[in-house]
């Protein structure tokens, strides 16, 4: 049961910092991503979840990574998709 706790926590944190990156087709694509890949590993049990949980956290530190250097270099021109409409 704990993991279940752990694999919920990493999956909201995923996408949370998925939701930090300025760039809509990055930010897309890392919410799309983080999803599909817990669905694919919905099912394991035993030493399968442990090797998926690792790799999670892995990537949560790239991601934390990725998003601190993309708003070092961000883009000055918002995509088409950020504007807001009055």
């Given at each position: 049961m704990a993991a279940a706790g752990e694999a919920l926590r990493l999956y909201r944190a995923l996408l949370r910092e998925g939701t930090k990156f300025k760039n809509y087709n990055v930010r897309e694509y890392t919410l799309r991503k983080v999803k599909e890949e817990f669905r694919n590993h919905r099912d394991d049990a035993g030493e399968d979840l442990q090797n998926a949980l690792k790799k999670a956290r892995e990537q949560l530190e790239v991601?934390?990574?990725?998003?601190?250097v993309y708003q070092l270099y961000a883009p000055a021109q918002l995509s088409i998709m950020d504007i807001k409409v009055n």
């Open positions: 991601a934390k990574r990725q998003v601190a």
